[in-house]
Nanobody, 125 residues
Framework: VQLQASGGGLVQAGGSLRLSCAAS????????FGWFRQSPGKEREFVAA????????YYADSVKGRFTGSRDNAKNTVDLQMNSLKPEDTAVYYC???????????????????WGQGTLVTVSS
């Protein structure tokens, strides 16, 4: 299984970026996908999840209303549209795939089976 995250970069506060995660080696429709982030000195934190059935989405309070997750079952990709970026959004962003993710664990990193390598997002003030 491979998860390849891309789309990170340097952006000014208030700007936008779109992250993409390309998945291979798994039955894409059977997996829920999560986006997590980690900044220096901090623990990895949940950002967003896209459910396997119907593509329902869930967000951390810190990004709700600014970030939008989506999936394309035909292309085996998961995207994270990030708008109104803030300096505190600066982190390495990881995509993750989990087959047995349940609603109560959607924000837990341990619920996910596979992880991508991460893509760096830097938001300047």
């Amino acid at each position: 299984v491979q998860l390849q995250a891309s789309g990170g970069g340097l952006v000014q506060a208030g700007g936008s970026l779109r992250l993409s995660c390309a998945a291979s080696g798994l039955t894409f429709r059977s997996y829920s996908f999560g986006w997590f982030r980690q900044s220096p000195g901090k623990e990895r934190e949940f950002v967003a999840a896209i459910w396997r059935n119907g593509g329902n989405t869930y967000y951390a309070d810190s990004v709700k209303g600014r970030f939008t997750g989506s999936r394309d079952n035909a292309k085996n990709t998961v995207d994270l549209q990030m708008n109104s970026l803030k300096p505190e959004d600066t982190a390495v962003y990881y995509c993750a795939a989990g087959r047995g993710v349940i609603l109560s664990s959607v924000g837990s990193a341990r619920a996910y089976d596979y992880w991508g390598q991460g893509t760096l997002v830097t938001v300047s003030s």
